[in-house]
């Protein structure tokens, strides 16, 4: 398995030779604060992410209404106009969304960034967050400090997942480099 080391500078190789491209440095729009990335959230992780959210809560059903076609046929079929169908599916797409980008994170944070932690900005957060009654006692200073000093907008954020989800893709440079070697 790469070290970290070897990860940042793209110094290792997949099984076949390919070299994989370095890992970069993203500073964040916002905090300014430099990371290093050493690590991706390929489409599988995101496959994954998305079936075990569906499979802890599926998706609402349709009412189904009687419908007659008028030959003395009837036949129950899901209404997908029910008003109260369409709030509840509304109510689970942001439900679906708000949950993955918070689990996404926390994937993030735990395999993607390499960071010094401010030890100042940590212990200032955490009184900040119990003043507002807030116990982060159980999340740790690193966390803390990506979460809640790090990431300091939404832009931050857009910034930290587009990365990370390119970098599980290959670029234009490497599968041209990979096409002149054949």
Known sequence: MATTEERK?????????????????LT?????????????????????????LRRERP???????????????????PNYSDPDY????????????NEAGNRALNYIIANCIDADVDEAAVARTRKGMAAMGIDLAEVDDREVYLRYVVFTSPKDLDALVEVVERKSKPTEAVIQEEVASF
Do not use: C
Not at 12 to 24: D, I, T
Not at 45 to 52: H, K, R
Not at 60 to 67: A, S, T
């Open 28 to 52: 964040l729009p916002d905090s300014g604060v430099t990371l290093q990335i050493i690590g991706a959230m390929g489409p599988l992780i995101q496959q994954a992410l998305g079936n075990q």
């Open 59 to 77: 998706e609402p059903r349709p009412p189904e209404n009687l419908v007659d076609y008028g030959d003395g046929k009837k036949a129950k079929e």
């Open 86 to 97: 369409e709030k509840a599916l509304t109510s689970y797409n942001v439900w679906l969304q």
């Open 9 to 25: 500078n793209g110094a290792h190789h997949q099984s076949g030779g390919r070299k994989v491209p370095a890992f970069p440095e």
